[in-house]
C-alpha cells in the first residue's frame, strides 16, 4: 500500500514569509510524528499527535513553529516569519498506535529559507 | 534528559571487514533502542529494534544497560551496507524517538 507522503517535496521561501508543509500518514494509522532533519543537530522531535489526545508539543522550537492534524489523518505543520536556521528536510511518520509499533517515515520536504 | 551519542560522524571500511558502529544513550529508566538506516536517495527506514532481539540484514545490536551501549555490529560488511545510521532511543511509555547525529557508513570495495 502507500506510504507516508509529503508535499511539497522542496520548497524555496525568503526569510520572514509563512509556510506550510503537509504530510498524509499511512491510512488505518493513528500516531503521527513531526522531525526536523539539519546539519549540526541531527534528527529532532518537533510533534506527536495520537488520536484524539492532545499533542506533545515539547519539541517545537519556537512559537512560530505550529501544527494541525484535521480528522485524525492528514497533518500540516506551519512556520511562521521564516529564518535562515529554520532550514531543514523536514520529516513526518506515522504508526499505529501501540507502544512502541515502528514509524514509517515519509520522504521529507526540504526547506531552504534565504 | 534523553540522550542518544553516536561518537563516529564517519566510518569507512572495506567490504568483508566487521563493522560496528557505536551508540551510548542517557536515560534514567528502562530505554528501548531502535537502529534506523538510511540508504542513498532512500527514507529512514527501521533497521532493528533491541526488543526483537533479531538479526536484519546480518546485522546484530545488544543492549548493555551497565555501559549504556547499543552498538551495531555485523561480521562481514558488505557494500550494499553503505548508507547512514541512526540510533534512536524511546522513553518508557513515550512515543516520540530521540535520534543520535548519525553515522555515515561507506564500505569500499
Known amino acids: 500500500g502507500a506510504g507516508v507522503s509529503q508535499s511539497p517535496s522542496n520548497k524555496v521561501t525568503e526569510k520572514g514569509k509563512d509556510v506550510e508543509l503537509r504530510c498524509d500518514p499511512i491510512s488505518g494509522h493513528t500516531a503521527l510524528y513531526w522531525y526536523r532533519q539539519s546539519l549540526g543537530q541531527g534528527l529532532e522531535f518537533l510533534i506527536y499527535f495520537q488520536g484524539n489526545s492532545a499533542p506533545d508539543k515539547s519539541g517545537l522550537p519556537s512559537d512560530r513553529f505550529s501544527a494541525e492534524r484535521t480528522g485524525g489523518s492528514v497533518s500540516t505543520l506551519t512556520i511562521q516569519r521564516t529564518q535562515q536556521e529554520d532550514s531543514a528536510v523536514y520529516l513526518c511518520?506515522?504508526?499505529?498506535?501501540?507502544?512502541?509499533?515502528?514509524?514509517?517515515f515519509g520522504p521529507g520536504t526540504r526547506l531552504l529559507v534565504l | 534528559a534523553q540522550r542518544v551519542t553516536q561518537p563516529e560522524k564517519l566510518l569507512s571500511v572495506f567490504k568483508g571487514a566487521p563493522v560496528e558502529l557505536k551508540c551510548n544513550y542517557s536515560?534514567?529508566?528502562?530505554?528501548?533502542l531502535f537502529w534506523y538506516v538510511q540508504y542513498s536517495r532512500q527514507r529512514l527506514q527501521l533497521l532493528l529494534r533491541h526488543i526483537s532481539r533479531e538479526s536484519i540484514k546480518g546485522f546484530t545490536a545488544d543492549l548493555n544497560k551497565g555501559e549504556t551501549s547499543f552498538h551495531l555490529k555485523k561480521p562481514f560488511a558488505q557494500e550494499e551496507d553503505s548508507a547512514m545510521y541512526y540510533c534512536?532511543?524511546?522513553?518508557?511509555?513515550?512515543?516520540?524517538?530521540?535520534f543520535g547525529q548519525g553515522t555515515r557508513l561507506t564500505i569500499n570495495p
Open positions: 511518520a506515522s504508526s499505529s498506535y501501540r507502544a512502541l509499533e515502528t514509524q514509517y
Open positions: 534512536a532511543l524511546s522513553g518508557q511509555g513515550a512515543q516520540k524517538l530521540v
Open positions: 536515560y534514567s529508566g528502562s530505554p528501548e
